[in-house]
């Protein structure tokens, strides 16, 4: 159940930062940026969860985000370049959430231009896959 709710979480985040990607960012216009920091937090927070989720119904030790990432990779679940993205996501989530007034613009900018949230999104939605076959989904 939380499962799928947390990925509809992740998809509507996705959708929502394709649609601002799409249409442009005034990037001096602080709504705008605010809205683009705020969905790329909860878009992060919300693979974040669903990771953390994960390795408790699984019975993966990780009682951090990192560790539950490493204990992902260390059980198969991800591959190593999965979980350096997954990693730099949780730092990114970080500087987000905890350094608002030291977030550098232009690397906001790079995230959005280069869809690097809709990378996390393919492989939280594979790793979802992968669950489901293995009946490791929550009921």
């Not at 705008?32 to 390795?55: F, N, P, R």
């Not at 204990?71 to 608002?100: K, P, Q």
Request: with cysteine; net charge negative; hydrophobic share 45%.
């Amino acid at each position: 159940m939380l499962h799928n709710k947390l990925i509809e979480e992740v998809l509507r985040h996705l959708e929502f930062l394709e649609k601002i990607r799409r249409r442009g960012v005034n990037w001096d216009d602080v709504f705008e940026l605010y809205a683009v920091l705020h969905a790329l937090q909860i878009h992060s927070q919300s693979i974040i969860d669903y990771l953390l989720h994960t390795c408790a119904v699984v019975g993966i030790r990780g009682e951090t985000p990192l560790k539950c990432i490493a204990s992902l990779a260390s059980a198969g679940l991800l591959s190593g370049e999965e979980r350096e993205a997954l990693r730099r996501l949780v730092g990114f989530r970080n500087i987000i959430v905890h350094e608002y007034g030291e977030i550098n613009v232009e690397k906001i900018r790079q995230v959005l231009e280069e869809r690097r949230y809709a990378y996390v999104s393919e492989i939280i939605m594979k790793l979802h896959k992968e669950l489901d076959a293995r009946g490791l989904l929550d009921p």
